[in-house]
């Protein structure tokens, strides 16, 4: 029967429970193969064991679905399944729904659930969230926290380095889990923590590194990162230690996930069981809308199915708060807007995001792909605002072109669009946009302003290229102004780790197998660039102390926000009005100048604090402009804020 028919997904489109189910008696195994002609289930000892102490056949069930139930297996048993399929035998596979595997990923692994549990994970509780666009993003890779020494952290590159507390740099700084709190930051977004390919679990080699976008296992933590890797138990048991640690420090956490593409074909345990079905097809071949050899077939009923479940899993068994989605273009939109339906029922605030782009041509049709022109089809899922990031340094792959931070003409416009959350706001002119000449945002908390993230260049690397004969400070000063605009800007901010204290990666563009020299994060920099980091810290504290910085709704911000004209070019200001959101103040007033030279900006009437300078920024107004004017050095940023007659807000 031709699987892409709908007789077939009528005659084998399942709801029931599979994967191995874990029972104080025995363990009931089940795996949905319905073009099967035999299923054979081994049983080993240990990850490396020769042979099976044990192998049976399933029976088939209903819609597709091969069953057993085994007996006295004890607290925790190695497994792997062996599908023949068509008269051909298959190799052994590792089940799709494994919720633990062995080193380097070649067998599941079924436990007593009772026993994954840490000390304290019964009273775990969410951070509270008022609304979405009260978010602050930070994006980590579990080893760059700790992979050198300068972090002062004991395991390092490892999950529970990030549950350490109290930890130093050599210049006696918080790194680490304290650095997180420190910061203000209220999400966590984790780097593929799952089971991928090239990376060895059982040998730390700061040689070899990779980001974890090569989808092994997508129900299994990686066990390179536990604190015991050949035993599969121990890396769910530090995986919930980490967001333990970040919940009892204020900090929701994000999960990076990867359900558009397998690492292998041949090798992967989804066409292990089920011969292509999981996959997108172009005649007799695969398609490759990821760039990486092939994409998943996410509209089909049983593949959108196991990535719902799996969404479902790593939320409730991990305690989630948001879900980050790698190429979200390739997935279809039904599926997104289940996704967002089961994962938000019982928390509204629950964030999904991803990169609203594919990697290449895609069979799936434009008019289903998650891709931000197609934003108002997924109205509760955020997207990557590339327009906001390629406005404010300059295009990503022109590693040369430089955008309104550093220096190049004619992105005001950009700015200006980016300010207002990439939304549809009248005083858009639509015709000086460079590229996108369309709203695509819905809604703030559908926009996720950046500057840097994992890929591509960080900031300051961006900077060396575009403005190599710059001095230090003047790109310094590029840095706060690029940043300021993301943390001013209408949406949800997003930062890469780092960033706050001028991330290097020694110029490498693409650094997802690069050493721990590269990619690890130098805490020393915290010292040496303190006073940025001060500042990109105030600027947090300046954002979530200001609800007119963070409005709820499209509506809210084209009543409350309101451009000012200015004569010269690199110079955008803006009001913020009748305390817009609630906020404390009825007028802010913000402006930026990209110039390398000095402006003069005059206020409205009333009385004014500073919130923002080009040294200073934070919840607390500290100082008055003289003579209803202020000057706004070159590259820099001002923001002010009315306050009731007779208050003083103190002096510089």
Same mark, same amino acid.
């Given at each position: 029967m031709d699987f892409l028919s709908d007789d077939?997904?009528?005659?084998?489109?399942?709801?029931?429970? +599979?994967?191995?189910?874990?029972?104080?008696?025995?363990?009931?195994?089940? +795996?949905?193969?319905?073009?099967?002609?035999? !299923?054979?289930?081994?049983?080993?000892?240990?990850?490396?064991?020769? !042979?099976?102490?044990? /192998?049976?056949?399933?029976?088939?069930?209903?819609?597709?679905?091969?069953?057993?139930?085994?007996?006295?297996? $004890?607290?925790?048993?190695?497994?792997?399944?062996?599908?023949?399929?068509?008269?051909?035998?298959?190799?052994?596979?590792?089940?799709?729904?494994? =919720?633990?595997?062995?080193?380097?990923?070649?067998? %599941?692994?079924?436990?007593?659930?009772s026993q994954a549990q840490p000390e304290g994970w019964d009273q775990d509780t969410?951070?509270?969230?008022?609304?979405?666009?009260?978010?602050?993003?930070?994006?980590?890779?579990?080893?760059?926290?700790?992979?050198?020494?300068?972090?002062?952290?004991?395991?390092?590159?490892?999950?529970?380095?990030?549950?350490?507390?109290?930890?130093?740099?050599?210049?006696? +700084?918080?790194?680490?889990?304290?650095?997180?709190?420190?910061?203000?930051?209220?999400?966590?977004?984790?780097?593929?923590?799952?089971?991928?390919?090239?990376?060895?679990?059982?040998?730390?080699?700061?040689?070899?590194?990779?980001?974890?976008?090569?989808?092994?296992?997508?129900?299994?933590? =990686?066990?390179?990162?536990?604190?015991?890797?050949?035993?599969?138990?121990q890396a769910v048991i530090d995986l919930k230690k980490v967001v333990l640690a970040l919940h009892r420090r204020g900090l929701r956490v994000v999960l990076d996930v990867v359900y558009n593409h397998t690492y292998s074909i041949d090798? /992967?345990?989804?066409?292990?069981?089920?011969?292509?079905?999981?996959?997108? *097809?172009?005649?007799?071949?695969?398609?490759?809308?990821? $760039?990486?050899?092939?994409?998943?077939?996410?509209?089909?009923?049983?593949?959108?199915?196991?990535?719902?479940?799996?969404?479902?899993?790593?939320?409730?068994?991990?305690?989630?708060?948001?879900?980050?989605?790698?190429?979200?273009? *390739?997935?279809?939109?039904?599926?997104?807007?289940?996704? /967002?339906?089961? *994962?938000?029922?019982?928390?509204?605030?629950?964030?999904?995001?991803?990169? %609203?782009?594919?990697?290449?041509?895609?069979?799936?049709?434009?008019?289903?792909?998650?891709?931000?022109?197609?934003?108002?089809?997924?109205?509760?899922?955020?997207?990557?605002?590339?327009?906001?990031?390629?406005? *404010?340094?300059?295009?990503?792959?022109?590693? /040369?072109?430089?955008?309104?931070?550093?220096?190049?003409?004619?992105?005001?416009?950009?700015?200006?669009?980016?300010?207002?959350?990439c939304l549809g706001h009248p005083q858009i002119r639509w015709q000086n946009l460079n590229g996108y000449h369309e709203p695509w945002s819905q809604g703030p908390h559908q926009t996720i302003n950046y500057i840097a993230a994992h890929d591509n260049h960080t900031l300051w690397d961006k900077l060396a290229r575009t403005n190599p004969l710059d001095p230090e400070g003047e790109r310094i000063k590029m840095a706060k102004l690029a940043h300021g605009i993301v943390f001013l800007s209408q949406g949800i901010p997003f930062l890469h780790a780092g960033e706050e204290f001028l991330r290097t990666k020694k110029g490498e563009e693409n650094s997802y197998r690069s050493p721990d020299a590269i990619n690890g994060l130098d805490w020393s920099a915290k010292a040496r660039y303190r006073d940025f980091y001060e500042y990109i810290r105030g600027l947090i504290a300046l954002r979530r102390s200001r609800p007119a910085l963070r409005l709820r709704s499209s509506d809210q911000i084209r009543q409350h926000l309101v451009f000012l004209e200015t004569l010269d070019p690199g110079v955008v200001a803006w009001m913020l009005r009748s305390w817009a959101g609630g906020d404390p103040s009825e007028q802010l007033f913000l402006a930026v100048n990209a110039q390398p030279r000095a402006r003069e900006v005059y206020l409205p009437s009333g009385s004014w604090a500073f919130l923002a300078d080009a040294h200073r920024a934070g919840a607390e107004p500290f100082g008055e402009p003289s003579h209803g004017m202020v000057i706004l050095p070159g590259r820099s940023l001002v923001v002010l804020a009315t306050q009731p007659s007779g208050l003083n807000a103190g002096s510089h």
């Amino acid at each position: 029967m031709d699987f892409l028919s709908d007789d077939f997904d009528r005659q084998f489109r399942y709801d029931g429970p +599979l994967g191995a189910e874990w029972h104080p008696q025995s363990i009931i195994f089940r +795996l949905w193969a319905p073009l099967a002609d035999q !299923v054979t289930l081994h049983l080993y000892e240990a990850w490396d064991s020769a !042979v099976p102490f044990t /192998s049976r056949a399933l029976e088939r069930k209903e819609r597709g679905v091969w069953e057993t139930a085994v007996p006295d297996l $004890g607290s925790g048993v190695f497994y792997t399944y062996q599908v023949t399929t068509l008269g051909i035998r298959g190799e052994e596979a590792v089940d799709p729904y494994a =919720k633990a595997v062995g080193p380097q990923g070649r067998r %599941g692994y079924v436990f007593d659930p009772s026993q994954a549990q840490p000390e304290g994970w019964d009273q775990d509780t969410r951070p509270l969230l008022a609304h979405l666009t009260d978010t602050v993003i930070y994006e980590l890779h579990i080893r760059d926290l700790s992979s050198l020494p300068s972090s002062g952290v004991q395991a390092r590159g490892r999950f529970l380095g990030l549950t350490e507390e109290f930890t130093q740099s050599p210049e006696g +700084l918080s790194t680490g889990l304290d650095h997180l709190a420190e910061l203000g930051v209220t999400h966590v977004h984790l780097l593929p923590v799952f089971d991928f390919d090239e990376l060895d679990d059982l040998h730390y080699d700061p040689e070899q590194y990779n980001w974890g976008y090569n989808p092994r296992n997508f129900n299994a933590p =990686k066990n390179a990162y536990s604190s015991d890797p050949q035993n599969p138990l121990q890396a769910v048991i530090d995986l919930k230690k980490v967001v333990l640690a970040l919940h009892r420090r204020g900090l929701r956490v994000v999960l990076d996930v990867v359900y558009n593409h397998t690492y292998s074909i041949d090798d /992967s345990p989804l066409n292990k069981v089920f011969p292509r079905y999981y996959y997108r *097809l172009y005649g007799a071949h695969f398609s490759n809308g990821s $760039g990486c050899g092939n994409e998943l077939a996410t509209e089909r009923p049983m593949v959108s199915r196991y990535i719902l479940d799996s969404l479902a899993y790593w939320k409730s068994e991990y305690h989630l708060d948001g879900f980050r989605f790698d190429l979200m273009g *390739l997935y279809d939109v039904e599926t997104m807007n289940e996704a /967002s339906r089961i *994962l938000r029922r019982d928390d509204t605030n629950f964030l999904l995001y991803g990169e %609203g782009w594919t990697g290449g041509l895609s069979t799936l049709p434009d008019d289903r792909k998650a891709i931000k022109r197609n934003a108002g089809k997924v109205r509760e899922v955020g997207f990557f605002s590339d327009d906001t990031r390629d406005a *404010l340094k300059g295009p990503v792959f022109d590693a /040369s072109k430089a955008g309104f931070a550093n220096g190049s003409p004619g992105w005001d416009e950009n700015v200006r669009y980016a300010i207002a959350g990439c939304l549809g706001h009248p005083q858009i002119r639509w015709q000086n946009l460079n590229g996108y000449h369309e709203p695509w945002s819905q809604g703030p908390h559908q926009t996720i302003n950046y500057i840097a993230a994992h890929d591509n260049h960080t900031l300051w690397d961006k900077l060396a290229r575009t403005n190599p004969l710059d001095p230090e400070g003047e790109r310094i000063k590029m840095a706060k102004l690029a940043h300021g605009i993301v943390f001013l800007s209408q949406g949800i901010p997003f930062l890469h780790a780092g960033e706050e204290f001028l991330r290097t990666k020694k110029g490498e563009e693409n650094s997802y197998r690069s050493p721990d020299a590269i990619n690890g994060l130098d805490w020393s920099a915290k010292a040496r660039y303190r006073d940025f980091y001060e500042y990109i810290r105030g600027l947090i504290a300046l954002r979530r102390s200001r609800p007119a910085l963070r409005l709820r709704s499209s509506d809210q911000i084209r009543q409350h926000l309101v451009f000012l004209e200015t004569l010269d070019p690199g110079v955008v200001a803006w009001m913020l009005r009748s305390w817009a959101g609630g906020d404390p103040s009825e007028q802010l007033f913000l402006a930026v100048n990209a110039q390398p030279r000095a402006r003069e900006v005059y206020l409205p009437s009333g009385s004014w604090a500073f919130l923002a300078d080009a040294h200073r920024a934070g919840a607390e107004p500290f100082g008055e402009p003289s003579h209803g004017m202020v000057i706004l050095p070159g590259r820099s940023l001002v923001v002010l804020a009315t306050q009731p007659s007779g208050l003083n807000a103190g002096s510089h």
